[in-house]
């Protein structure tokens, strides 16, 4: 049996390669190569833009896929959302020159290019727009205002869309990396028994990047003064240390939380604290 997977050449696959690393799936190949090897020979994998992913795994050339939310939806493609990774998140926004009135555009025909052809098309009909789309293939925050009235194109920062003097008007979308699959393969119970055990290894990985475990010494008379303290995925792991009345506390918290958490749990009496980070978390 093989499960065929399509990862998005590009900015994303940096990202995917890692994850799928992380949970024991390495891959081997060049930069030139657009069919990795995997080491667990059960997976056949292939690079491909991020845009021909949806599509190809509804269509069942692919069993699993990794892509953007806004293309899966401007793709219409009938897929089964497995879990959004969060990877890569970006704005679909609608761009004019910034010295332009908004509101002007709706009082006369305009001309509107993006990559988006279908979702372009929902928002100008949505917000009254009399409209020409052109679909741009890359590039199209340099359209306007010679070539064009306003531009639909996706963002992370606005730092493209302000060096070219543009000004975002509205959003028109919100996507970040999904992991999916056809619809046939999820029907398929051993090929399924195969992607839910990703599906959890994938989560563990996910929860476990924004956890660090902290350990730390304290005497009996701090216990409840530390433990109070610390947010824990569930309850803190208490233990005597041996022969010694003193006790040794365990609990995984939020990276987030630690730089604040830390001088508190000194000040509360906690000594020997080390940080470490968490693989997996599950």
């Not at 493609?77 to 970006?90: E, I, M, Q, R, T």
């Not at 996507?175 to 399924?192: G, I, R, V």
């Not at 195969?194 to 599906?199: F, H, P, V």
């Amino acid at each position: 049996m093989t499960i065929k997977m399509a990862i998005p050449k590009g900015k994303l696959q940096v990202e995917i390669v890692k994850l799928l690393s992380d949970i024991g799936l390495t891959l081997q190949g060049n930069d030139r190569n657009y069919r990795p090897v995997c080491n667990d020979d059960t997976f056949e994998v292939k690079l491909l833009k991020s845009q021909n992913i949806p599509s190809l795994v509804e269509l069942g050339q692919h069993d699993i896929g990794f892509a953007g939310k806004d293309w899966i939806e401007e793709q219409g493609a009938n897929v089964v959302v497995l879990k959004d990774l969060g990877f890569n998140p970006v704005k679909i926004v609608a761009c004019i020159p910034e010295d332009w009135d908004y509101d002007a555009l709706k009082q006369r025909k305009i001309i509107v290019a993006s990559e988006y052809k279908a979702l372009s098309k929902k928002f100008l009909a949505d917000n009254g727009f009399d409209a020409e789309l052109l679909r741009s293939y890359g590039a199209t925050e340099v359209f306007p205002p010679e070539d064009a009235d306003m531009v639909i194109d996706n963002t992370s920062t606005g730092t493209t869309i302000k060096a070219n003097r543009l000004k975002i008007v509205d959003t028109v979308y919100e996507s970040s990396t999904q992991f999916f699959a056809n619809a046939e393969t999820m029907a398929d119970p051993e090929k399924n028994a195969i992607i839910q055990n990703m599906l959890m290894l994938m989560g563990g990985v996910l929860n476990g990047r924004k956890r660090v475990l902290i350990e730390m010494n304290c005497q009996q008379d701090n216990i409840e003064k530390i433990v109070a303290l610390l947010p824990a995925m569930r309850s803190p792991t208490v233990s005597k240390l041996y022969k010694s009345d003193a006790f040794s506390v365990k609990a995984a918290i939020l990276r987030t939380e630690a730089k604040d958490l830390l001088p508190r749990l000194i000040a509360a009496g906690a000594t020997d604290i080390l940080e470490t980070p968490i693989r997996k978390a599950i």
